[in-house]
């Protein structure tokens, strides 16, 4: 009798607290403000240390004020491998990884079709707004998953507007997802560098978007000369602008200061790709603020009882990046720039919707390794991975242990396709063969793992890269080996490649190099705060869908993050 008694009271006691906690739970979640406007700002290839290694020499306004005024997670990871562009904006966006929303890397190869795939082509689409007729359509058709566009469409009836611009296409049509109002991005191959957008979105730019390319921004851009923001001699974070980690491009004979972009172009023009000038130097992130403000204005997004999303990636760090690498003047510059484009977008937001009014998040897409041959002259890991040689021993591996010729369907980086009909008609038992193949590849100089497809879809691996693969891993889309390599090593396919001909960086793997990016919120209910946790990029969407209110999108595994509610 004292036990039941007891124990109706602890219920009682647990009852009465229930009540008076929950009122402040629920208040807490129904405290946060809900934007008017979400801008969503991914920077291409944006390592997480550049906001603090060019820290002093940035302004107040830009990435100074997201890390003052928001919340920094300082330890915010891509959790699978290829740490590509495309493959980075669909997991920013969808809460999730390409094991489920199926875009495993910029391409892949295509086992009915025997020919790579770009991730946003579509043959049944044209581009709407070139100059020139080009049938070369893109869209998001082949993305497999919702992303928290297509949740903010539907969750508001439709009457919510998702805009996406970029200099990459795939930059501009990942992001947005399958049910985007629109899709912008700069052509620089059949129009003067105007934005474009494709018929899957619609069959004619609006006015506002023919407005501005009538404006001729890209050529007055060029028309402009590089120079360095400050003297360069308080570029102290950086090599000596004459180094031989990058390249002299243009017709220039040393990879320095000042950029003549007026003289270049013509170079350039020779070569068909004028207006690509553009996207290796800051004014490419100029132009794109511009268009970005112009479609914040004209598309009145943030000013109804709907909440719009905004999504900007800027695609100049990434190019820039690949072209002089991390430990260049080049790149220190371009986020000095950066930092006032940030500023501008920053300031016509508060402007525009209200200080308090939106929700702003700045991440990347991957970040990038350092320079190959800059770390070996610093008696760092580096290396290279030669594909090409990969490629032809495994063939004659397979053909000498199997006495069947053409068992190695493609070679394509760290993905190995092999002629699964073949196998199969051949009475090849097909995970045999894979696990053969990814054994003899364990021996080449430069691969540390090789996972198969059967043990992708057997096994369940819970941490470190092997998880990271399985992430990254589609069964209808990436191969029956999946390679890794070295730390420091670049995966290459020229033949007799070596380290000193290595200009600029890369990225792909999923080593901290490539896999450590800033995450900066601010802006409506968004406190101020920093957290050293290791948090994943996929949990956005989750958070930004608990924020809004909305269903999660169709495949997020994400989780919200905690700080932004508390």
Request: no cysteine.
């Amino acid at each position: 009798m004292i036990f039941q008694q007891a124990h109706t009271w602890f219920h009682q006691l647990i009852f009465a607290l229930t009540l008076l906690m929950t009122p402040m739970a629920m208040g807490q979640q129904e405290n946060i403000k809900k934007p008017k406007l979400v801008v969503g700002i991914v920077v291409d290839q944006m390592r997480a240390d550049y906001l603090y290694k060019y820290e002093d020499m940035y302004g107040e306004g830009g990435f100074k004020r997201l890390m003052r005024d928001g919340f920094n997670f300082k330890n915010a990871q891509y959790n699978y491998v290829v740490t590509e562009t495309a493959p980075g904006h669909a997991s920013i966006y969808s809460g999730t990884t390409p094991s489920t929303h199926g875009i495993i890397g910029n391409s892949w190869y295509d086992r009915k079709l025997r020919d790579l795939v770009i991730n946003v082509g579509d043959s049944t689409a044209t581009l709407v707004g070139s100059e020139i007729p080009n049938t070369n359509g893109l869209s998001p058709h082949h993305l497999l998953s919702n992303t928290l566009g297509d949740e903010l469409r539907q969750g508001k009836n439709f009457k919510a507007k998702v805009i996406s611009v970029s200099l990459k296409d795939r930059g501009a049509i990942l992001p947005g997802g399958r049910a985007a109002d629109a899709a912008y991005w700069h052509d620089w191959v059949s129009s003067p560098g105007y934005f474009v957008s494709s018929s899957y979105y619609m069959e004619d730019l609006p006015n506002w978007v023919k407005n501005f390319n009538k404006k001729g921004k890209s050529d007055a851009y060029l028309n402009t000369q590089w120079e360095t923001l400050y003297p360069i001699e308080q570029y102290t974070q950086s090599a000596p602008d004459n180094n031989n980690y990058e390249p002299a491009i243009g017709g220039k004979s040393t990879p320095t200061f000042p950029y003549d972009f007026k003289s270049m172009r013509e170079r350039y023009r020779q070569a068909g790709a004028e207006y690509q000038l553009i996207w290796v130097s800051p004014v490419g992130n100029s132009l794109l603020t511009e268009f970005a403000i112009e479609a914040l204005k004209r598309e009145k997004l943030g000013l109804d009882e709907y909440p719009d999303l905004l999504a900007i990636s800027y695609s100049s760090t990434d190019v820039a990046g690949h072209t002089f690498g991390p430990q260049s003047v080049e790149i220190q510059d371009m986020y000095l720039r950066l930092d006032q484009n940030i500023e501008e977008l920053l300031n016509t937001l508060d402007k525009q919707v209200g200080a308090g009014n939106y929700t702003l998040f700045l991440t990347a897409d991957h970040a990038g390794m350092p320079n190959a041959q800059f770390s070996n002259d610093q008696k760092l890991p580096a290396g290279i991975a030669p594909i090409k040689t990969y490629q032809f021993a495994l063939a004659k591996f397979l053909n000498n242990k199997y006495e069947q010729q053409n068992l190695l369907q493609q070679f394509n980086y760290e993905q190995v396709y092999l002629d699964q009909d073949l196998i199969l008609k051949s009475g090849l038992d097909l995970s045999s063969v894979q696990r053969s193949a990814a054994d003899f590849l364990l021996t080449q100089e430069g691969i540390v793992g090789a996972l198969t497809a059967h043990e992708m879809l057997s096994e369940n691996y819970e941490d470190g890269a092997r998880q990271k693969v399985q992430n990254g891993f589609h069964p209808k889309r990436s191969g029956d080996i999946i390679l890794t390599f070295l730390p420091g090593y670049v995966q290459n396919t020229a033949a007799g490649m070596t380290l000193d001909k290595l200009k600029g960086t890369t990225h792909g793997s999923g080593y901290n190099y490539d896999s450590h990016v800033p995450l900066l919120w601010m802006g409506a209910g968004i406190p101020s705060g920093s957290s050293v946790r290791e948090v994943k990029v996929t949990d956005i969407a989750p958070s930004l869908a608990m924020i809004l209110n909305l269903q999660l999108p169709s495949g997020s595994n994400g989780q919200p993050l905690q700080e932004l509610f508390e």
